[in-house]
């Protein structure tokens, strides 16, 4: 063999720099999830960015890899770190991260069983597990695919053949096809509508209440509406919870809807389903059992790294619907449901052996560590819900049901655009220090700031903090009396 492809395969240097690698990495967590570390984040813009590894990709090859890891490592921004309450993803659980580097180095396929045997066996075990959760019956199955915006688009297909007329895979349609969800509801159903050819008519719109959750009494007169209009409605998507407020919406409710008139009840669970394992939380889903679809996200309240996503369906056999193109070189028999050829169910054919990382989690702690993080968080962000209802400069768009808390800063008064840019620039700010992080949202014309708890190293202090820091913000942009 050439020199070089011997010498990058060398088991022995695998281990010096696997061994230096870890070694790092116990430093770093230990150093993020204290919150030694000063910042969060360093943010640059992107041209800088870009320019940086530009300028260190012109360099020649370093055969050491560790200084550039490193790097990596530095200049990223850091989930375990307790100030980070951004976006919705977990900061992964250290064993996962292992079983990553394990699954990896395995690559095993998984389009066939005989490609990834481990992987499809814990895929089938870990998906049984959450149908349970969910309170599906015997029947249910599902598999694992990457990510939640895909597995929208996964179960809206197996929704449309189940339930829209004629053979639409086979055939089309002229059919002029539609969804209706909350306007809340995360962009991804939107999108996969598209992309199935539905157009923009084909996402019907159900507005909101008070607290962002869908208003299911407007679904009849939606319905009838849509109906009115030519369009045949096949599914009600059900957000649990919303995206940008963390709502709930009532899936009992949105059942009955279905139940009613011959509709497939998708429940997107991405981020907040997963209090199916919370005996605290677990009311919030409520008539999750009979939906006919549920997504889960295990990289955003599960600890997983990204992408780990769940599709799970009451009835297995649907899952069977999505795809039923001919790849005869791959299966015998296309007709039939061998649970065990994972893709034929999902988008990838190549696929990440995802489940061993679920499966290594509750295998080594048991699903009790996914009840103490979902207890955790949502129980956190109740408290901040609490701190901000107690401070009148600030204001809750809405009470957290989940461990999403939107509010905004309203202490100088002047309200409307004013306002709006004042948190806008406190945002703008907490970046550029980097001492925290949380993100922006806009709910009916009204800047908010939000935060997501994921990191069950954040405490009341460092909420305190935060809220401190906003506060000194805004006296900073707006020093008393100026305020217009
Ligand atoms: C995050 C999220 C999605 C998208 O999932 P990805 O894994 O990011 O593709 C879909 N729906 C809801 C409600 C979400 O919170």
């Not at 919030?284 to 996503?309: C, N, Q, W, Y």
Request: hydrophobic share 45%.
């Amino acid at each position: 063999m050439q020199d070089l492809l011997q010498s990058a395969f060398d088991p022995e240097a695998f281990r010096r720099q696997g061994h230096a690698l870890v070694d790092t990495l116990a430093g770093y967590l230990a150093g993020a999830q204290t919150g030694r570390r000063e910042t969060v984040t360093d943010y640059r813009h992107p041209d800088e960015e870009l320019a940086y590894w530009q300028a260190d990709f012109s360099r020649p090859p370093a055969g050491d890899p560790l200084p550039l890891l490193e790097d990596v490592l530095e200049r990223s921004i850091h989930l375990h770190h307790p100030r980070y309450m951004g976006h919705q993803v977990a900061p992964p659980l250290p064993l996962a991260a292992l079983t990553g580097m394990l699954t990896s180095l395995l690559n095993n396929g998984m389009a066939l069983y005989e490609m990834g045997q481990v992987s499809t066996a814990l895929e089938r075990v870990v998906t049984d597990w959450l149908a349970r959760k969910l309170g599906f019956p015997a029947a249910a199955s599902g598999f694992l695919t990457s990510g939640g915006t895909l597995a929208t688009l996964t179960a809206l297909l197996a929704a449309r053949a189940a339930k829209a007329p004629g053979d639409v895979w086979e055939r089309g349609t002229s059919d002029r096809l539609a969804v209706l969800v909350s306007e809340q509801a995360h962009y991804c159903v939107d999108r996969a509508v598209r992309i199935m050819g539905l157009g923009e008519e084909g996402v019907v719109k159900i507005p909101v209440d008070d607290r962002f959750g869908m208003r299911t009494d407007l679904l009849a007169e939606a319905y009838a509406a849509a109906r009115a209009r030519g369009l045949t409605p096949f599914a009600v998507v059900g957000s649990a919870c919303s995206t940008a407020t963390g709502s709930y919406d009532d899936l009992a409710a949105v059942a009955d809807f279905c139940a009613g008139h011959g509709l497939w009840f998708h429940a997107d669970g991405a981020h907040g389903a997963a209090v199916v394992v919370s005996e605290a939380y677990k009311g919030l889903v409520r008539g999750i059992e009979r939906a006919d679809s549920v997504v889960v996200d295990f990289h955003k309240m599960l600890l997983a790294p990204a992408l780990v996503t769940a599709v799970v369906f009451r009835s297995g056999e649907d899952g069977f619907r999505t795809f039923q193109q001919k790849a005869q070189y791959l299966w015998k028999d296309q007709q039939s449901p061998e649970w065990f050829n994972l893709g034929k169910r999902t988008f990838e054919c190549t696929k990440v052996m995802m489940s061993v990382k679920v499966y290594a989690t509750l295998r080594t702690y048991g699903e009790a560590l996914f009840a103490a993080n979902v207890d955790a968080l949502y129980g956190l962000a109740r408290r901040l819900g609490e701190m901000i209802g107690e401070r009148p400069d600030f204001e809750l768009a809405t009470a957290p049901q989940a461990n999403i808390v939107c509010f905004r800063y309203v202490g100088r008064g002047g309200g409307g655009e004013r306002e709006n840019e004042t948190n806008g620039r406190i945002r703008q700010e907490l970046l550029r220090e980097g001492r925290f992080y949380l993100v922006q949202t806009t709910l009916r014309g009204k800047l908010y700031l939000r935060v997501t708890l994921m990191n069950p190293f954040t405490t009341e202090a460092h909420l305190a903090e935060m809220l401190a820091a906003v506060t000194a913000l805004a006296n900073r942009l707006h020093p008393a009396g100026t305020a217009g």
